[in-house]
């Protein structure tokens, strides 16, 4: 599903008038013919679609995202895809006033990248990353890395934020990242067994023995963190795509 196909965005508009003007062949805002709804409303969507065609000729997500309900940003994911910067956070404890990060790893046009607090991971680099991204994707992230990340190097990250636990949730997947992997068949090859504790531990090791083994384990968890949520939130946009526009087209 595509911004295109959506009506729900439009002032004084909601499911029920959205999921009719489908069903009567406004599937696409080029569909759209103000008779369909009442007069007031006509205008209305008339006036919604002008200014975000506007916003999507100007790449400008931001004012796209604003305008959608709460919970329905993925609607926005498939105008976005190759620009959409997935990420994850490593650290060393929950508190980000008294704990740092250690590793952030960015999924975006299908190459990661993984910065390491001592060698590349400063606020220049993540504002590089991240940045000019048109969304950017985590897992919990909303209340966790990017609050951690804006305390830590005192960025502002104001692109849309999708946070993948919650469009899971509308979908019955529930439980952490890895149990919503296990439940979508996405395997994690060679870190099975890492966790966040022990992706501490393994950082604690780097850092106290010099275990470079450590550390490329601890980087390889978490780039697997991001590669996956890429491939999750390609299969819950599909499902979201049926549940939602498919099945009411």
């Known amino acids: 599903m595509r911004i295109e196909n959506s009506f729900i965005a439009a002032d004084g508009v909601g499911e029920k008038t959205e999921r009719r003007l489908w069903r009567d062949g406004a599937t696409h805002w080029d569909e759209f013919d103000p008779g369909m709804v009442g007069e007031k409303t006509g205008e209305r969507i008339q006036s919604y679609i002008r200014d ?99 305390t830590n190097f005192d960025l502002d990250l104001d692109a849309p934020h999708l946070d993948l636990m919650y469009v899971c949730k509308r979908l019955g997947l529930s439980g952490g990242l890895k149990e919503i992997e296990n439940d979508l068949g996405v395997g994690r090859e060679g870190v099975e067994d890492v966790d966040g504790r022990e992706a501490v531990r393994l950082w604690k090791r780097y850092q106290r023995q010099g275990d470079d083994a450590a550390l490329d384990r601890l980087v390889t968890y978490n780039r697997l963190d991001t590669e996956n949520l890429r491939v999750i939130l390609d299969d819950v946009s599909g499902r979201l795509h049926d549940d939602v526009f498919a099945r009411h087209v």
């Open 52 to 150: 975000a065609r506007r916003a999507l000729d100007d790449d400008d997500t931001r004012a796209l995202a604003e305008t959608l309900p709460s919970g329905s940003l993925w609607r926005l994911y498939e105008n976005v895809r190759d620009d959409a910067a997935f990420f994850d956070i490593e650290t060393t404890g929950l508190d980000a006033a008294t704990n740092d990060v250690t590793t952030v790893s960015v999924h975006r046009g299908g190459d990661t990248t993984t910065l390491v607090q001592g060698r590349d991971l400063t606020a220049d680099a993540l504002e590089r990353e991240l940045g000019d991204a048109s969304m950017v994707v985590s897992f919990n992230g909303k209340r966790f890395d990017q609050p951690f990340l804006e």
